[in-house]
């Protein structure tokens, strides 16, 4: 069965440091989702892609984090420079757009980040 | 805004006991609502989702009705087992404004043999 891969699966950085999170979405999927998970809370929605276009990015922190889809498949988050409150959990999810399971969201292992 | 409340957690119950977790919702017009589980170490799968009211979602014995009167979606299972020990999500989302899942805080569920 299909899966959404991401990597790294965890990953430790300084404060002030540069990281970036990478997800491949189940092949054919044209949406694909970035999701920030505190620990304890239910995840919530970073950023939307349709093919390689930002659909949703209302709740991005701008000023630090950036994503990208440039070919429509694969994804890049990145966090510069990373602060204390972003250790997280970065979950990716994709979906199918048509057929009996449009919009049911496939969701990769996560990425844990802990800075310090 | 649109918004989920679950019970809080842990619950803790002996294998074959009977299990509920409450979930509402407050959204404006009728979402599609979903339940997903999240073993240690893993990342979310779905569970069970009703699109509209009165569907019943089920799945692995777990069982959910979408009931718009009480704007609530409460998972239930007869009898859990060891295995079934996770997190679980109650999720919505409105299909015709891109498909962005709102999630509750979620419910650890620990049964123990």
């Known amino acids: 069965e299909a899966e959404v891969a991401q990597s790294p699966r965890y990953k430790i950085t300084e404060k002030s440091q540069a990281v970036a999170f990478w997800c491949d979405p189940i092949?054919?999927?044209?949406?694909l989702y970035w999701y920030r998970q505190i620990l304890g809370q239910g995840p919530e929605l970073l950023v939307q892609?349709?093919?390689?276009?930002?659909?949703?990015d209302s709740q991005l922190p701008k000023d630090r984090f950036s994503a990208e889809r440039l070919k429509g498949v694969d994804s890049t988050l990145k966090i510069q420079p990373a602060e204390l409150g972003d250790s997280a959990m970065y979950l990716c999810?994709?979906?199918?757009?048509?057929?009996?399971?449009?919009?049911?969201?496939?969701f990769g292992p996560g990425t844990r980040l802990t800075v310090t | 805004g649109d918004s989920v409340t679950q019970m809080e957690g842990p619950v803790t119950l002996s294998e074959e006991a009977f299990l509920t977790i409450n979930c509402t919702y407050t959204?404006?017009?009728?979402?599609?609502l979903f339940w997903y589980v999240q073993y240690p170490g893993e990342g979310l799968q779905l569970l069970l989702k009703?699109?509209?009211?009165?569907d019943k979602g089920s799945n692995k014995g777990f069982e959910a009705t979408y009931r718009k009167e009480t704007t609530s979606f409460h998972l239930e299972k007869g009898s859990v087992q060891v295995s079934d020990s996770a997190v679980y999500f109650c999720?919505?989302?409105?299909?015709?404004?891109?498909?962005?899942?709102?999630f509750g805080q979620g419910t650890e569920l620990s049964v123990k043999p």
């Open positions: 999810a994709s979906s199918p757009e048509l057929g009996q399971r449009a919009y049911e969201q496939y």
């Open positions: 092949s054919g999927h044209a949406t």
């Open positions: 892609f349709q093919d390689e276009s930002v659909v949703d």
């Open positions: 959204a404006t017009g009728y979402p599609s």
């Open positions: 009703a699109t509209k009211a009165d």
């Open positions: 999720a919505l989302t409105f299909y015709n404004q891109g498909g962005k899942l709102i």
